[in-house]
Structures are given as structure tokens and as C-alpha cells.
């Protein structure tokens, strides 16, 4: 019942910039968390940027730091992460993640996830 669906990524030019989408269903949007994974090839998947129940609190990684924006608007169930002055090295499919919220800044299991969109860099 409870969907993530993840859009947007494609094949971008280094430099460039990209949106990604994140729409869910079947859950209380505003009582969740929302994360943005990212899966290199041969890599764990990792936390890029999540956001609170409310947008209030952030959390980015530093290689994200500066160049990617995550937001929400939880009257849309909508989770976006803007993402500019890509990087080959941001190559990777990126996922969005719901988790109660509650658990900011801690290492509690994310409940939820999409099925990813590829996001391609080139030089």
C-alpha cells in the first residue's frame, strides 16, 4: 500500500543540474522523515540529504553540501531533491526513504523506499 515513487535523473552534463521527485502514497506524509540514498555501482548505499517531518531540520552530506537542496511540501506528498554543479562522481541511482519521524540524526532503520531513478554525470 505505501508507495515511493521516485522521477526525474536522466543523463546530465558535469556542471548541470537536475530535479528529483519523490511522490508517496499510502501513508501521512507530514508524520515521516524523507531521505535521499545514493547507490554507486559496487557501493553502499548511502544518506545524500534528509529533511524532518516538518522541513525544519536538515541533514546534508558533505559532498552534497552546497550543491543539492532537499525540500518538501507535505500538502502535495512531495519530497524533491535539487541537485546542481553535478559531478561524474554523483553518478549513482538515487532512492527517497520515509521513516517516522523522531529518529533525526539517528541510525534507526528507514522504513520505506522507492525503487530508485538513475541519475548519469558525464565529463
Known amino acids: 500500500q505505501v508507495q515511493l515513487v521516485e522521477s526525474g535523473g536522466g543523463l546530465v552534463q558535469a556542471g548541470g543540474s537536475t530535479r528529483l521527485s519523490c511522490v508517496a502514497s499510502?501513508?501521512?506524509?507530514?508524520?515521516?522523515?524523507i531521505g535521499w540514498f545514493q547507490q554507486a555501482p559496487g557501493k553502499e548505499r548511502d544518506v545524500v540529504v534528509d529533511?524532518?517531518?516538518?522541513?525544519?531540520?536538515?541533514y546534508y552530506k558533505d559532498s552534497a553540501k552546497g550543491r543539492f537542496t532537499i525540500s518538501r511540501d507535505n500538502a502535495k506528498n512531495t519530497a524533491w531533491l535539487q541537485m546542481n554543479s553535478l559531478k561524474p562522481e554523483d553518478t549513482a541511482v538515487y532512492y527517497c526513504?520515509?521513516?517516522?519521524?523522531?529518529?533525526?540524526?539517528?541510525?534507526?532503520?528507514?522504513?520505506?523506499w522507492g525503487q530508485g531513478t538513475q541519475v548519469t554525470v558525464t565529463s
Open positions: 529533511i524532518s517531518w516538518t522541513g525544519g531540520t536538515t
Open positions: 526513504a520515509a521513516r517516522p519521524a523522531g529518529y533525526f540524526g539517528s541510525d534507526v532503520a528507514w522504513n520505506y
Open positions: 499510502g501513508l501521512t506524509f507530514s508524520n515521516y522523515d
